[in-house]
């Protein structure tokens, strides 16, 4: 498993879970104050809105308490629904592009595959993040529009 940030000004490093590791809050904490929070901060300044989705690890209290003492400002738990592809630029659009550069490789094993994300997260550019960025009003009103179901709808 691997963890990212994406925004309109720029992208984090690849993060990656550890093989076998149980994804709590205290292990998601960790991804967040090794990982991305230095790369965002690193991008934004330290001005952001962090958004995440509702994994449980994300929604726990201690996340929560984590999150209100690290970050600037960051949507609590309750005013995001807990699964939220359709509104997730990453779910929506960014994943799709990574997967479609990687499998044009033959993996043959773990450690490759690694290499090969990182070479093709590196090669990702930021004009296809715009896009998917910019999807997200449209998205919104989309998925108001069909009182919070799914949207099988892309905007590219």
Not at 8 to 30: E, H, M, R, W
Not at 81 to 98: E, H, I, Q, T
Request: glycine share 4%; proline share 7%.
């Amino acid at each position: 498993m691997v963890s990212v940030a994406v925004s309109k000004l720029g992208k984090t490093d690849l993060v990656f879970v550890q093989p076998g590791a149980k994804i709590n809050s205290v292990y998601y904490c960790d991804v967040l104050e090794r990982g991305l929070l230095p790369d965002i901060r690193r991008l934004s300044h330290n001005n952001f809105l962090f958004q995440q989705d509702g994994a449980p690890a994300h929604r726990s209290r201690h996340t929560v308490a984590y999150l209100r003492s690290n970050v600037p400002e960051f949507i609590e738990p309750e005013n995001w629904p807990p699964n939220s592809p359709d509104l997730n630029p990453v779910d929506y659009s960014v994943w799709g592009a990574l997967q479609q550069m990687v499998y044009r490789h033959k993996i043959p094993d773990t450690d490759h595959l690694k290499r090969v994300l990182i070479d093709c997260w590196a090669r990702l550019n930021q004009d296809m993040l715009n896009r998917a960025i910019d999807q997200l009003p449209k998205r919104l009103a989309m998925i108001i529009k069909a009182k919070g179901a799914h949207v099988e709808f892309r905007l590219d």
